[in-house]
């Protein structure tokens, strides 16, 4: 019955107005990217384990969120609060249906730790002094090795290649992937610097994936290198440049992909890192050409090459 309700709703959409502007612009392109990366993740396993990864998110603070839910639902002090039970719920019943991943629900545990602990001190309340203090005791390590198993797992917190960075890896590939940019970008300019100087006014820097592309854009201006152009995500809306390159320093693709492409590319170097880590730039497409001649128009090219990841 209150108005505050309304206003938040009206509050909520007035901030998500302009994302929905952009979306009817660009027919709603974040559709087709959720259902090319849905496709990706049930492809690549990426979705198993749903309800189990759910335990995982939470470790031994599972059972203060099950407390939670069971408060919201049947607690008679809960029932006011209901509709935060099914806002776990109906996502958790989509996502099971639907593949989602399991991290996709992390958002929705905070609110149910809340009415967890409240749930739980309460119940405290009856307890013998001892007793209680006990069950807190439990309930306040749980969180505390919660948060530190979480940091280890999640944050980049160990020495690369020591024996934690490499339990972390095992768990979180993350870790793997954010080594070796600097690297990247140093080895792009070493190659733009061996080129003849006409070749150099009309180049461009071609990115597969926007690691890539993000990283020649940080630190390529301290080596005056042109940003990178990439057809994946909301890169390819920014284009290829006026006017377009003639010379390209192609990252991320095959030799068999960049023939498809130009007329001439020469292998010029391949992806490492100074630590020695292995990841996809590394293992999966290491090789770095300088190519020209592309094959098609640019405008016809650019029209194809847009995709997703």
Known sequence: KSKWLWY????????????LIWQAQHNFISIDFLQQI????????????????????????????????????FSPQGKRYRTLAWLYLVPLLIFLVAKGRDYYLAAAYPMLYASGSVLLERQLQSLRPPWAA??????????VVDIAIMAALTLPLAPVNSAWFNIANEVNSDFREEIGWPELVATAAHIRDSLPAEDRAHLGILATNYGEAGAVNLYGP??????????????????????????????????????????????????????????EETLQHPDIF??????????????????FG
């Open 134 to 143: 006990i069950l807190r005791g439990l309930m306040w390590t749980a969180l």
């Open 290 to 307: 300088v190519c020209r001649g592309l094959l098609q128009s640019w405008p016809e090219f650019w029209k194809n090459f847009r995709h």
């Open 8 to 19: 938040g709703v009206a509050l909520s959409l007035l901030i998500f107005l302009p994302n």
């Open 222 to 279: 301290q080596y005056g290198l042109p940003r990178a152009i990439s057809g994946v995500n909301s890169f390819w809306e920014k284009g290829y440049g006026d006017p377009p390159p003639e010379v390209v320093i192609v990252l991320g693709m095959s030799r068999e992909s960049v023939q498809k492409k130009f007329a001439a590319c020469q292998l010029s170097a391949q992806s490492w890192n100074r630590f020695r880590v292995q990841n």
């Open 38 to 73: 849905h496709a990706r993740d049930v492809r690549q396993g990426r979705a198993d384990g749903f309800l189990p990864g759910q335990l995982k998110l939470t470790l031994l603070a599972a059972p203060l969120w099950i407390a939670g839910l069971y408060f919201y639902l």
